[in-house]
């Protein structure tokens, strides 16, 4: 079973994403509130997929660094972005920089899932 990783600084959204993941079969989950977390967390538990929201803090899309953070430790890990940034620009960024998906909030349970699946 592959082991999640949930960046959010939302803990609603994090206890909201782990719902769904763990619908989808996914049981191990860690969860990360903030970037400097993520990247400690990410190091310590080697997750193989990382579920990534591009705002969490006062800084504009400091989940980018994140992503940059991981891609150099691992390019193999499967990142999944969830945003309510919808701009086309952001995401090609995103996908450019190594990222598998691309989830614009709000989003269905099902279109994450689907996502999901594809990195089994």
Do not use: W
């Amino acid at each position: 079973m592959k082991k999640v990783l949930i960046v959010d600084n939302s803990s609603y959204m994090r206890k909201f994403i782990k719902k769904i993941i763990e619908k989808g079969g996914f049981n191990t989950t860690i969860e990360a509130s903030s970037k400097e977390e993520a990247v400690e967390i990410f190091k310590a538990q080697s997750p193989e997929i990382v579920i990534l929201d591009l705002n969490m803090s006062e800084f504009t899309m400091d989940g980018i660094s994140v992503l940059n953070d991981i891609m150099k430790i691992n390019t193999e890990t499967a990142v999944i972005i969830i945003s309510a940034v919808g701009h086309q620009s952001v995401k090609d960024e995103c996908i450019a920089l190594g990222a598998k998906s691309y989830v614009r909030k709000p989003f269905e349970s099902e279109t994450l899932l689907k996502v999901l699946e594809e990195c089994k």
